[in-house]
């Protein structure tokens, strides 16, 4: 019987150190766990992660000019297909006039052998600014904190 990873003795392989640090096994991130002289493998399918950012937006000329700024990303990758959703919303409540800039998207695209040397992500469908307020959002909110 094969122990378990969390059993005594249980140290990371040589393939542990790459899958922690997002590098990809053919298209699938792997780790393997030895102990006792046995080696286990995972081999990750797909992958969710969650993103939230909390801060203020302020008028540098006046910090008394302030927002709430709140975004939240979701990116799940599928490693078999080579697949990236990105979903996105971005939240600013100017406070006292009634303001709200709200907007949210999606971005999938295909990562497949991307390299960011020579192979970049191509873009599959974009439904909304997944990623940020348009040019014209960004005016409006600057000029309600002047």
């Not at 030895?34 to 286990?40: A, P």
């Not at 439904?127 to 904190?145: H, I, K």
Request: glycine content about 10%.
């Amino acid at each position: 019987m094969a122990p378990r990873p969390s059993e005594a003795g249980a140290e990371k392989g040589p393939d542990a150190a790459g899958a922690e640090h997002g590098v990809s096994h053919h298209g699938r991130e792997s780790t393997a766990l030895r102990g006792r002289g046995h080696v286990l493998k995972l081999v990750a399918l797909a992958e969710r992660r969650q993103v939230k950012i909390t801060g203020t937006i302020y008028n540098s000329s006046d910090p008394e000019k302030a927002a709430p700024y709140f975004r939240s990303i979701q990116i799940d990758s599928n490693f078999v297909t080579g697949e990236r959703a990105i979903i996105g919303t971005t939240h600013v409540v100017v406070r006292g006039q009634s303001i709200v800039f709200q907007t949210s998207g999606i971005r999938i695209e295909d990562w497949t052998d991307v390299d960011f040397e020579t192979i970049f992500p191509t873009l599959l469908f974009q439904g909304g600014p997944a990623d940020t307020f348009d040019d014209e959002a960004w005016n409006r909110l600057c000029s309600s904190l002047r």
